[in-house]
């Protein structure tokens, strides 16, 4: 019988054999290949831990020989190898290995955890777990690592969360444990406004006030931590030319203003969303937004007869019919831009002022290099085949790329937001409409004054395409935003900036 083996990659790396610590391999690099062998619980290509691992040694397959054979040597027993090797790929046998990091995902997927348990993978993720790994001149590694320590910080901030809740944990315990968070967290908005509401709840408000001021302080927002009541949206549907039913929905009070659906829709999922819930509900203050889920995703039609830029101008216009708006504002994201463009060129007597957040005018088959576009076609291949599926990684392409630097939490919820609102297939016709785009020959044609903001580091669209838009439509306004986030969220000082140009904006040409 296989001898019972713990593995704790949370602290300082241990091996335990019958509750018995075993040497530890004394090289650092072959110890942190044994964690990354663990944490990842997958099989690695040679050439990639060759890479990570060993790109500046003279002889990268032998010094990764070495290292498995002394991670074999520590880990395998006469009655089993737990490292798995062949002549392409490595991987770390996990079935008769207890993980510590294991231990804290079973808890924190478990419905109904024991408060014990919680509080025991709370002090396990305390501090950063694993900085202990960090390897010098191994950058690649190190990035993975910084990624894994972000992941592991935010799901300590899950497990606070579910300790704070739970019934039978007293509210001294709740707090120590919501401090502790911010401590180690301080510009977590998530983390200081749980705090905050705690303290609220148990009227200790002069210290509620003072996390109000140091979140302020730390991370430079002009938001305060209050969450306010979102506004009641009402729902309703309209049918374009070609028989597809579009869903709309309306919300606030005051003159509409109108947005272009984007990359990707959902009316009722993104309307509170962690995304996108701040922007619209700032939007929906002053203005009754209109927003809808154009054809292909949301709660439209998802089996239609075409995807095709065309079509996503006709979506808009069929909405401002269906509403009858005469004079309205127009707003577009990302290639909601371009459609945005179209439109008012379309429509120059009902388009009052254009607003445009990064937006391009051409799209990746016609303004990308070679390079580029064979990068998109390989991405296209991987909607195809996993788009679909549980296993996150092919949205994260798109996850990452919008924001990011955006916390795991949320880069986890539009990962699955993606996969609910629309289909393999659809995501994949998505993208090819995305590229044909072209609406460079209608820029000089724009009459409504028009506002451009672009993130100075948008990691999806680069800022030259914004400003390429800025300087073709006649009499725009530029505004780069301090930012790396096609998406800007509501918690960067990017956001706030961006709202109060687009309120500003909207002021100035009220009467035109």
């Known amino acids: 019988m296989t001898a019972p083996m713990e593995l704790q990659v949370l602290g300082h790396l241990t091996l335990l054999r019958d509750k018995v610590v075993m040497p530890m391999i004394s090289s650092r690099k072959t110890r942190s290949l044994l964690a ?185 927002s002009r938001r305060g931590l209050e969450q306010p009541q979102p ?105 909601g831009c371009a459609v945005s463009i179209a439109y008012a060129v379309r429509h120059p007597h009902r388009v009052s002022s254009l607003i445009l957040i990064g937006g391009y005018a051409a799209g990746w088959r016609v303004g990308m290099t070679p390079e580029e576009i064979e990068q998109r076609e390989a991405v296209l291949t991987l909607t195809r085949h996993g788009w679909g599926t549980s296993n996150p990684a092919y949205r994260h392409i798109f996850s990452q790329t919008f924001m990011p630097d955006a916390d795991a939490d949320r880069l986890a919820w539009f990962d699955e937001f993606q996969r609910k609102t629309t289909s393999p297939e659809n995501a994949v016709r998505f993208q090819e409409a995305f590229g044909d785009i072209d609406v460079r020959h209608l820029l000089g044609q724009v009459k409504a004054p028009t506002l451009v903001l672009h993130a100075k580091g948008d990691q999806r669209i680069p800022l030259a395409h914004g400003q390429a838009l800025a300087d073709a439509i006649p009499n725009a306004t530029m505004v780069a935003l301090d930012s790396r986030n096609h998406i800007i969220l509501g918690d960067e000082p990017a956001w706030q900036v961006c709202m109060d140009e687009i309120q500003s904006f909207l002021r100035r040409h009220s009467n035109i």
């Open 231 to 335: 506004l009641d949206q009402k729902i309703g549907f309209c049918e374009t030319q070609d028989g597809v039913r579009i869903a709309l929905a309306s919300v606030g009070a005051g003159p509409a203003l109108v947005k272009a659906a984007n990359w990707l829709n959902h009316l009722e999922r993104d309307w509170q969303s962690p995304i996108w819930a701040e922007t619209f509900q700032a939007l929906s203050k002053q203005n009754t937004l209109v927003r809808y889920d154009e054809r292909g995703n949301g709660l439209s039609d998802w089996d239609v007869p075409e995807i095709s830029f065309s079509a996503f101008v006709d979506d808009l216009e069929t909405v401002v019919d269906e509403l009858q708006l005469d004079r309205f504002p127009l707003l577009g994201m990302s290639q």
């Open 36 to 220: 990354y062998l663990a944490i990842t619980d997958q099989a690695h290509p040679r050439e990639h831990l060759c890479e990570v691992f060993f790109d500046n040694t003279s002889d990268p397959r032998g010094a990764l020989r070495w290292s498995l054979s002394r991670i074999r040597n520590m880990i395998d027993t006469d009655a089993a190898s737990h490292l798995i090797v062949d002549k392409d790929t490595v991987q770390l046998d996990l079935r008769h290995i207890s993980l510590d990091l294991g231990f804290v995902h079973d808890v924190n997927d478990d419905p109904a955890p024991a408060p014990a348990d919680l509080i025991k993978c709370a002090e396990m993720l305390t501090h950063r777990p694993l900085t202990h790994l960090h390897l010098p001149r191994s950058e690649d590694f190190d990035d993975w690592l910084s990624r894994e320590n972000e992941t592991l910080q935010d799901l300590r901030g899950q497990i606070v969360q579910k300790i704070a809740a739970a019934p039978s944990v007293s509210d001294a315990e709740a707090l120590r444990w919501l401090r502790s968070w911010v401590r180690q967290d301080p510009k977590s908005r998530v983390a200081s406004q749980a705090l905050w509401q705690r303290l609220i709840d148990l009227q200790y408000l002069d210290e509620a006030d003072e996390v109000a001021l140091a979140f302020q302080s730390k991370t430079g």
